[in-house]
């Protein structure tokens, strides 16, 4: 059995392209774990900016619902207070002091009926 030169040749070619397909399995094989670890780090990034928005939106809800407690709790205390003045015969001014009342309806209504020229005072 004498082995002919083509035959030679291309037997070289199979072991050449054994090697040239061994060393793409060898690059695939470290490819692989590399692109892993890219997509990893693109999911991680991706997932932090998603954390960061949800964070900033728990951020204005809690600031929001702060607000509206201030707010509710103000609503209380002047609905207290108001209620006090009632009560107490006060009667409240925008400057959210009270004062005494000094004229009632019944006095306006007088005032209305006998009025009193300053030059008398």
């Known amino acids: 059995m004498a082995i002919t030169p083509s035959a030679s040749a291309a037997r070289g070619r199979q072991v050449e392209g054994e090697g040239i397909l061994r060393l793409l ?4 094989a470290f490819a692989m774990p590399l692109a892993s670890v ?3 780090q693109v ?4 997932l932090s900016y998603a954390m960061n928005e949800v964070r900033d939106r728990i951020k204005v809800a809690e600031e929001n ?6 707010e509710r709790s103000r609503f209380q205390r002047d609905e207290e207070v108001s ?3 009632v009560k107490a015969g006060l009667q409240p001014r925008k400057t959210s002091h009270l004062i005494r009342r000094s004229f009632t309806a019944e006095d306006q209504k007088l005032a209305k009926l006998h009025p009193v020229s300053s030059d008398r005072l």
């Open 25 to 28: 399995l060898l690059a695939a």
């Open 38 to 40: 890219i997509y990893i």
């Open 65 to 70: 619902q702060r607000k509206l407690l201030l």
């Open 43 to 46: 999911q991680n990034t991706r």
């Open 83 to 85: 209620a006090y003045a």
